[in-house]
């Protein structure tokens, strides 16, 4: 297995998707946030990128969407998350922050913004 970018810092991307009516065909996915969080400052930044824009393009071929451009800029916003301070738990940490953000309670309300997530943490 290849990562984005050929590094091994784990990191944990957050796509918030809303869900819509698209007549008899199926449904229409957009994407509402992506949420970036990462216990080494920004490592994963550029390859949290390009994991986003394939997830635009994916989602673009899913509602059969030609409007959108193929190499459509990502809105990624990098989140305050716990930093670990060595070089071999980022593992631990993209788990730990998994669990945290899984938390039903969190997703309660009809929206949630990045401090509810962040203090989660």
């Excluded at 969080?37 to 986003?52: L, P, Q």
């Excluded at 673009?60 to 990624?76: E, F, G, I, K, W």
Aim: hydrophobic share 35%; glycine share 8%.
């Amino acid at each position: 297995f290849q990562s984005i970018g050929g590094g091994n810092h784990w990191s944990l991307l957050l796509v918030v998707l809303s869900c819509s009516k698209k007549g008899l065909e199926g449904r229409k996915l957009a994407v509402d946030q992506m949420l970036h969080f990462d216990s080494h400052g920004r490592c994963n930044a550029t390859a949290a990128e390009a994991v986003g824009a394939k997830i635009y393009q994916a989602l673009s071929l899913h509602n059969n969407d030609t409007a959108t451009p193929p190499n459509m800029t990502v809105t990624l916003t990098h989140c305050s998350t716990p930093q670990q301070n060595n070089g071999h738990d980022c593992g631990i940490f993209a788990l730990g922050a998994a669990e945290a953000l899984s938390e039903s309670s969190l997703w309660q309300s009809e929206r949630i913004t990045t401090q509810d997530m962040e203090n989660a943490l």
